[in-house]
């Protein structure tokens, strides 16, 4: 059964760091595309990253410089590291795996909050 | 990049059928046969209900159903329940070989 857990939201200052982790089972971060999705509160939902099974990584330009999308194989883990965190970035971060044609989620964690905040 | 175009809300009542719109460009909607449509309860994770336009994932109900034209895509619910109550979200691939979400609906049974 594929399961994604997400660990390491909390609070921080604006300007801050935060690494979010996502801790896989069932299948193998490495061979497939791994995403970070997230959602403000009370607002709809945002892709972030995606990291390819190959290597390459995307982002969102609300993120793109800051954000840093990759993954451990040893560990069957991927991670979003969030460098100067700004309020905006607020939200609910999930991480998704993606299905076939490598565009859609079919499985999501149940997502890690970060506040952004003085 | 803005936010694909999704109505804020739609309703109808128990057996009855409804569509959803999403409207984007050439460079997302129009442009791939790569949009799937997302169910998330209040609290909860999205799941997947559609994706690659028209197909649905094992054990999504035969009464959800997916389709496109040009630049819109839309999702039809028929015989409507209780349990379909739910914010929708449809997205997209896209020519920057990134992902768009549309702003959300909130679907309401009533």
């Known amino acids: 059964e594929v399961q994604l857990v997400e660990s390491g939201g909390g609070l921080v200052h604006p300007g801050g760091s935060l690494r979010l982790s996502c801790a896989a089972s069932?299948?193998?971060?490495?061979?497939?595309?791994m995403n970070w999705v997230r959602q403000a509160p009370g607002k709809g939902l945002e892709w972030v990253s995606i990291?390819?099974?190959?290597?390459?990584?995307y982002y969102a330009a609300s993120v793109k410089g800051r954000f840093t999308i990759s993954r451990d194989h040893s560990r069957n883990t991927l991670y979003l590291q969030m460098n100067s965190l700004r309020p905006e970035d607020t939200a609910i971060y999930y991480c998704?795996?993606?299905?076939?044609?490598?565009?859609?989620?079919?499985?999501w964690g149940l997502g890690t909050l970060v506040t952004v905040s003085s | 990049q803005s936010a694909l175009t999704q109505p804020a809300s739609v309703s109808g009542s128990p057996g009855q059928s409804i569509t959803i719109s999403c409207t984007g460009t050439?460079?997302?909607?129009?442009?791939?046969?790569?949009v799937s449509w997302y169910q998330q309860h209040p609290g909860k994770a999205p799941k997947l209900m559609i994706y690659?336009?028209?197909y649905r994932p094992s054990g999504v109900s035969n009464r959800f159903s997916g389709s496109k034209s040009g630049n819109t895509a839309s999702l039809t619910i028929s015989g409507l329940q209780a349990e379909d109550e739910a914010d929708y979200y449809c997205?997209?691939?896209?020519?920057?070989?990134?992902?768009?979400f549309g702003g959300g609906t909130k679907l309401t049974v009533l």
């Open positions: 050439s460079s997302d909607v129009g442009g791939y046969n790569y």
């Open positions: 997205s997209s691939f896209t020519i920057t070989s990134t992902v768009i």
């Open positions: 998704a795996s993606a299905g076939g044609s490598y565009t859609f989620f079919n499985s």
């Open positions: 990291i390819y099974a190959a290597g390459p990584t």
């Open positions: 069932g299948f193998t971060v490495s061979s497939t595309y």
């Open positions: 690659d336009v028209n």
